[in-house]
Structure formats: structure tokens, C-alpha cells
């Protein structure tokens, strides 16, 4: 079993942060901060264009976290992302964008998402907790972690593997107040059966006998699937989750007047950073690196 979350984790670690940003242009800045020495070379209509990994940062973390959420919450969303980065340039003091697997929001975007009411402001918040952590990154035993995160867990996150002994289960009892905590999704026999038969190993279920053929074999403490068969076929809590469409692995079914109905808590894969209870946490007084120390245990933050 510890073999199968290694490999649930590996594949959730590369889509987590890529799923959250799309491509953008890269516009003149006038607000530079700190200057890290590290370089992000964005493909722009066929040529690079080197962009401060500080400055850059502030378009990661606009589009991850929102705007509304405390001071201390963002900061430490931004120390995730710097954290991400700093992983992945494995000592190298440039590399390109494409080799990330994540994209740059660009101000006319940021302006688009928060509307321009909001956008100064907003921007303004944003480039301040990214200037504020300049340099900041969170190491366990010397080494970067995997700085995974999510918008809402389903009222725990969730033990990681033994590549991740940081990531332990914490409370989240909180996060059943969020908004959109429990998703409704009704579907009919003929979409369900569908939906599951389009996946690329397909269990091949009838319409009549779709959910007769769903059991679920294995959840996590936190209440997330991990293990599911399908009619013949075995599959991971989250490959379900993709297919579907759902917005985590924490789900159930059962009969609705002759459709299906599928019942999901939280938003997100659960482990790790959890922003929302970061956010009740900055609401109550908590650093941002104290709000780290909680999500991901025996780790320090570290100035580079």
C-alpha cells in the first residue's frame, strides 16, 4: 500500500500547480522588488525573455491564492511557489518556463480576474507578500520539499508517503464552513457509464449496472478514496475524480430517484498546505511561517 501512494503522490505532484495558472504575455512591470539572481526565461513569440524569479513569483501566486485572503496566508503561498521553483531549478540560477510546467499571469490578466476596481489593490497585496518573503523557502532535512497544497480539504488533509514524511494528517474542522465545502453532482445511468467508459483503461459498465459495478475499496483517514474498482478494473481515487470531473478524490455514490448521485467534500487532493484554514489561521493571528510549521510538519524556513 505504501508503494500505491508513492505512486498517487508522484502523480499528483506534477498537474498540482499547473492546473491553477495559464499562459500569459509578459508586459513591462514597473513595481520591481527584491532581485534573486535567479532567472525565468519565457518563451514570448520565439524568444526568451528573462524575467526575475521574485518578479515572477508575483504571477504565480495572484492566480493561486486569493486576493481576499489574509496577509500571512498569502505569504505563505508565496513561500510555496518560491519553494516549488527553487526545487526545480536544482541549483541552476536560470531556466525556462516550459521545463516548470506552469505559465506566468501577466497584469492584464490579473486586472481581467479581479476587475479593475480591485486590480490596484489587489496587485499591490499580492507584490507585497512576495516582496515581504523575498528569499524565503521551506527545507526538510536540507533539502526542498514538494510544497504541495489545495484550496479546501474534506475537514482533514492527509498523511503523505515515506518520500513525503512532512506531509502529516492535521485537523481541518474549519474548512466544512467554506464555500462550495460539498458538491452535489447528479448523474443519469447513460452519462455515469459513459464518463467511466471513456477513460483510456475502460471498465466497460452498462448504463443498467453502472452503479452496482462501483466499489470503493480502500479510503484514506481523511475520507479520500485511494483505491476503487470499476466493474473488472481497479483504479486510483483520482482517476475517478478526473473522469468525473469532481473537484477532489473525497466522494460517494448512491441511487437518486433511478440517477446517480455523487457527493464530494473539499477542493483539491488534500495534501498538505490547506489555504482556506490557512486563511482562518492569519485571521487569528498566525505568522505565515508558523501557519507552515502547522500544514507541513518538522520543516524550518530558510533565507537563500
Same mark, same amino acid.
Given at each position: 500500500?505504501?508503494?500505491?501512494?508513492?505512486v498517487? &503522490?508522484?502523480?499528483?505532484?506534477?498537474p498540482y500547480?499547473?492546473?491553477?495558472?495559464?499562459?500569459?504575455?509578459?508586459?513591462?512591470n514597473?513595481d520591481r522588488?527584491?532581485? +534573486?539572481?535567479?532567472t525565468? /526565461? &519565457?518563451? *514570448?513569440?520565439?524568444?526568451?525573455? !528573462?524575467?526575475?524569479?521574485?518578479?515572477? /513569483?508575483?504571477?504565480?501566486?495572484?492566480l493561486?491564492?486569493?486576493?481576499?485572503?489574509?496577509?500571512e496566508?498569502?505569504?505563505?503561498?508565496?513561500i510555496?511557489a *518560491?519553494?516549488?521553483?527553487?526545487?526545480?531549478?536544482? @541549483? %541552476?540560477? *536560470?531556466?525556462?518556463? +516550459?521545463?516548470?510546467? &506552469?505559465?506566468?499571469?501577466?497584469?492584464?490578466?490579473m486586472?481581467?480576474?479581479?476587475?479593475?476596481?480591485?486590480?490596484l489593490?489587489?496587485?499591490? %497585496?499580492?507584490?507585497d507578500?512576495?516582496?515581504a518573503?523575498? @528569499?524565503?523557502?521551506?527545507?526538510?532535512?536540507?533539502?526542498?520539499?514538494?510544497p504541495?497544497? $489545495?484550496?479546501?480539504?474534506a475537514?482533514?488533509t492527509r498523511n503523505?508517503?515515506e518520500? $513525503?514524511?512532512?506531509?502529516?494528517?492535521?485537523?481541518?474542522?474549519g474548512?466544512?464552513?467554506?464555500?462550495n465545502?460539498? @458538491?452535489?453532482?447528479?448523474?443519469? *445511468?447513460?452519462? /455515469?457509464?459513459?464518463?467511466l467508459?471513456?477513460?483510456?483503461?475502460?471498465?466497460?459498465?452498462?448504463?443498467?449496472?453502472? &452503479?452496482?459495478?462501483?466499489?470503493?475499496?480502500?479510503?484514506?483517514?481523511?475520507g479520500?478514496v485511494? +483505491?476503487?474498482?470499476?466493474? !473488472?478494473?481497479s483504479?486510483g481515487?483520482?482517476?475517478?475524480?478526473?473522469?468525473?470531473g469532481l473537484?477532489s478524490?473525497?466522494? +460517494?455514490?448512491e441511487e437518486?430517484e433511478?440517477?446517480i448521485?455523487?457527493?464530494?467534500?473539499?477542493? @483539491? $487532493?488534500?495534501?498538505?498546505?490547506d489555504?482556506y484554514?490557512?486563511?482562518?489561521?492569519a485571521?487569528?493571528?498566525?505568522t505565515a511561517?508558523k501557519?507552515?510549521?502547522?500544514y507541513?510538519?518538522?520543516?524550518?524556513?530558510?533565507f537563500?
Amino acid at each position: 500500500m505504501r508503494k500505491a501512494a508513492a505512486v498517487c &503522490l508522484l502523480a499528483i505532484l506534477i498537474p498540482y500547480i499547473t492546473t491553477l495558472a495559464w499562459t500569459g504575455r509578459v508586459e513591462g512591470n514597473t513595481d520591481r522588488g527584491a532581485v +534573486s539572481g535567479r532567472t525565468i /526565461l &519565457l518563451d *514570448r513569440e520565439g524568444s526568451p525573455a !528573462p524575467v526575475d524569479m521574485e518578479e515572477y /513569483l508575483i504571477g504565480i501566486t495572484a492566480l493561486q491564492i486569493p486576493a481576499e485572503y489574509d496577509m500571512e496566508a498569502i505569504k505563505a503561498q508565496a513561500i510555496i511557489a *518560491r519553494t516549488y521553483l527553487c526545487k526545480q531549478m536544482q @541549483g %541552476k540560477d *536560470r531556466i525556462e518556463e +516550459s521545463a516548470l510546467d &506552469l505559465d506566468y499571469l501577466e497584469q492584464s490578466q490579473m486586472e481581467e480576474m479581479w476587475g479593475k476596481a480591485d486590480y490596484l489593490a489587489n496587485y499591490k %497585496k499580492i507584490r507585497d507578500a512576495v516582496q515581504a518573503t523575498a @528569499g524565503q523557502v521551506i527545507q526538510y532535512n536540507g533539502d526542498y520539499i514538494d510544497p504541495l497544497f $489545495h484550496r479546501l480539504s474534506a475537514g482533514m488533509t492527509r498523511n503523505g508517503d515515506e518520500l $513525503h514524511p512532512y506531509l502529516v494528517q492535521v485537523d481541518a474542522a474549519g474548512d466544512v464552513e467554506g464555500e462550495n465545502y460539498l @458538491g452535489v453532482y447528479l448523474f443519469t *445511468r447513460e452519462d /455515469l457509464a459513459a464518463r467511466l467508459n471513456s477513460m483510456p483503461d475502460s471498465p466497460e459498465v452498462r448504463p443498467e449496472e453502472v &452503479l452496482e459495478s462501483i466499489q470503493v475499496i480502500k479510503k484514506d483517514e481523511a475520507g479520500y478514496v485511494e +483505491s476503487i474498482q470499476v466493474g !473488472p478494473k481497479s483504479y486510483g481515487g483520482e482517476e475517478i475524480q478526473y473522469a468525473l470531473g469532481l473537484p477532489s478524490p473525497a466522494y +460517494s455514490f448512491e441511487e437518486a430517484e433511478g440517477n446517480i448521485r455523487c457527493t464530494v467534500k473539499g477542493i @483539491g $487532493h488534500g495534501y498538505g498546505f490547506d489555504q482556506y484554514g490557512a486563511g482562518l489561521k492569519a485571521k487569528e493571528g498566525w505568522t505565515a511561517e508558523k501557519i507552515l510549521e502547522f500544514y507541513y510538519k518538522n520543516i524550518v524556513v530558510v533565507f537563500e
